[in-house]
C-alpha cells in the first residue's frame, strides 16, 4: 500500500524534514508525555491519602509507585520495533486511551488490587507514548533542530510529575484521590483527540510514516544503545526512589501534607531546569557521555547527603534540590543519543523502546527496594547504599559513552 513507506526512505523524500521542523507536532507530543508523566506523579502526591484510605503498608506504597511500568519492563523494546509498523501516531493515539482507561479503572476500583490492575494498565499506555512520542519528536525535527528537540523531551516527566505535585492537594481536598484520577482520565481523552487533529495521517508526511519497523532483537546487539539505556535505567531506579518517597518523608518529619507536596515540587522543578539546560548544552556540542557522567556523580554524592542522619534539615533539602536539577541533564542526554545510536533510521524506534524498557527496570526495582532498606533499617539512613551504588554504575556507562564518542 502507498503509506508503506520506510522510515528512512520517507525522511529522505521529505525536505521539510530536513529544512524546517514541525514545532506542532512537537508540542503536541511534549504534552501527551508530560500527561502520561502526571500518571507517576499524581501517586506521589497521594500517597500519603491512599495509604490511609486502603491501609497500605510502605513496602505495598513502593509497589504501588512502580507497578505501571511493568509492562514497560518486559517490553519495552517489542514495542519500540512496532512504532513505525503500527504507525506513530496511531500508537500514540490508542496509548493515550488505554492511559485514560487505566486511570479511570483506579478511580472505580473497590481497593488495593484493582488498583494496582489499573497501574499496570497505565503503564501499558505509558509505554506506548514513551516510545512513539519521541519518534514522532525525530521525524518532526529538522536535523539541525533534531538534537535540541530530543533534549527537550526529556522535560515530560519531571514536568508531567510537576504539574501533578503542584494541582494534586488542590483536586484531592476538593474531590479526593479518586477525583484526581477521574480528571486525568478526561485530560488523557481530550490529549488523544488533540493528537489527531495535529499530527497528520499515514499520507501527509513523514511524522505518521507507517513503515515495516525494525526488527526489536537488533538493538540488543548494539553496545551503543545498551549503553544508554543502561545510564537511563540506573538513573529511573533512583529518581523515583528519591522523589517518589519525599512527599511521606517530609511528612513523618513533621510537614503538613501540602507543605511537603510544596517541597516536593520544588525538587521537581530543579529537575526541569536541568533538563533545559542540558538542552542548550547539547545544542552547542557537549557530548551525551560527558553529561550523563556529570549526572551520575551529581546523584551519587546527593543521595548520601539526603539521607545523612547528621545533616540538619536545609542541608539534606539542598541536597534533594542538587540531586535532581544535576541529575536532570541526563534524560536530555539520553534522548539526543538515540538517534546517533541507531544503527538506521528504522531502529530509532527500538533504542527508544529499549531505553524505555530499562527505565522501567530502573523503575520497578527502585522504590521498593528502598522501601523495604528503609523498613529493615527503621529510618532511611541506609538508602544511599542502593542508590549511590545505581549511581556507580551510571557512571560506568557515561565514561564508556564518552570514550566511544571521543573515538
Not at 486502603?54 to 513496602?59: A, K
Not at 526529556?154 to 494534586?168: D, E, H, K, R, T
Not at 478526561?186 to 501527509?204: D, E, F, N, Q, S
Not at 541506609?382 to 551510571?394: D, H, M, N, T, W
Request: glycine share 12%; proline share 5%.
Amino acid at each position: 500500500m502507498p503509506e508503506q513507506v520506510s522510515e528512512s526512505s520517507a525522511v529522505r523524500q521529505q525536505p521539510a524534514a530536513l529544512d524546517s521542523s514541525s514545532w506542532g507536532v512537537v508540542t503536541v507530543a511534549l504534552l501527551a508525555g508530560v500527561l502520561a508523566a502526571s500518571q507517576v506523579g499524581k501517586v506521589i502526591v497521594a500517597l500519603p491519602t491512599v495509604r490511609d484510605d486502603l491501609g497500605m503498608s510502605l513496602t505495598a506504597a513502593g509497589v504501588l509507585l512502580s507497578s505501571y511500568t511493568f509492562v514497560g519492563a518486559l517490553l519495552g523494546s517489542v514495542a519500540g520495533g512496532y512504532v513505525d509498523r503500527w504507525g506513530r501516531r496511531r500508537m500514540l493515539t490508542s496509548a493515550l486511551l488505554v492511559l485514560a482507561a487505566g486511570a479511570g479503572l483506579g478511580a472505580l476500583g473497590p481497593g488495593i488490587p484493582v488498583l494496582l490492575f489499573s497501574r499496570v494498565l497505565e503503564g501499558l499506555g505509558f509505554m506506548g507514548v514513551a516510545v512513539s512520542a519521541p519518534a514522532l519528536i525525530a521525524s518532526a525535527a529538522a536535523a539541525r533542530h533534531r538534537r535540541l528537540a530530543l533534549g527537550l523531551w526529556g522535560i515530560y516527566m519531571p514536568l508531567g510529575q510537576f504539574v501533578a505535585i503542584v494541582a494534586g492537594p488542590w483536586l484531592i481536598s476538593a474531590i479526593g484521590w479518586r477525583g484526581l484520577w477521574g480528571v486525568n482520565a478526561a485530560a488523557l481523552v481530550v490529549c488523544a483527540v488533540l493528537v489527531l487533529a495535529v499530527v497528520p495521517g499515514p499520507t501527509a508526511g513523514p511524522t505518521a510514516v507507517v513503515g515495516s519497523g525494525a526488527k526489536p532483537t537488533r538493538v540488543w546487539r548494539n553496545s551503543a544503545a545498551l549503553l544508554i539505556a543502561l545510564a537511563f535505567g540506573t538513573y529511573s531506579l533512583q529518581y523515583l526512589a528519591v522523589i517518589g518517597f519525599l512527599p511521606t518523608m517530609y511528612s513523618a518529619g513533621g510537614w503538613a501534607d501540602g507543605s511537603a507536596a510544596v517541597l516536593t515540587a520544588l525538587v521537581v522543578l530543579g529537575n526541569i531546569v536541568g533538563n533545559i539546560n542540558a538542552g542548550l548544552l547539547l545544542h552547542r556540542g557537549v557530548r551525551p557521555g560527558t553529561l550523563i557522567a556529570f549526572a551520575a556523580v551529581s546523584m551519587g554524592v546527593a543521595a548520601i547527603l539526603i539521607y545523612a542522619n547528621w545533616a540538619p534539615f536545609g542541608l539534606s533539602y539542598t541536597a534533594a534540590v542538587a540531586f535532581a536539577l544535576l541529575g536532570g541533564h541526563l534524560p536530555a542526554a539520553v534522548f539526543a543519543a538515540v538517534p546517533a545510536a541507531a544503527a538506521a533510521p528504522g531502529d530509532i524506534g527500538p533504542v527508544n523502546g529499549l531505553v524505555v524498557q530499562m527505565s522501567n527496570v530502573g523503575s520497578i526495582v527502585g522504590p521498593p527496594t528502598v522501601a523495604f532498606v528503609a523498613t529493615q533499617a527503621g529510618g532511611w539512613s541506609l538508602s544511599p547504599l542502593v542508590l549511590s551504588s545505581a549511581a556507580v554504575l551510571c557512571l560506568v556507562a557515561g565514561l564508556t559513552l564518552r570514550a566511544r564518542d571521543s573515538r
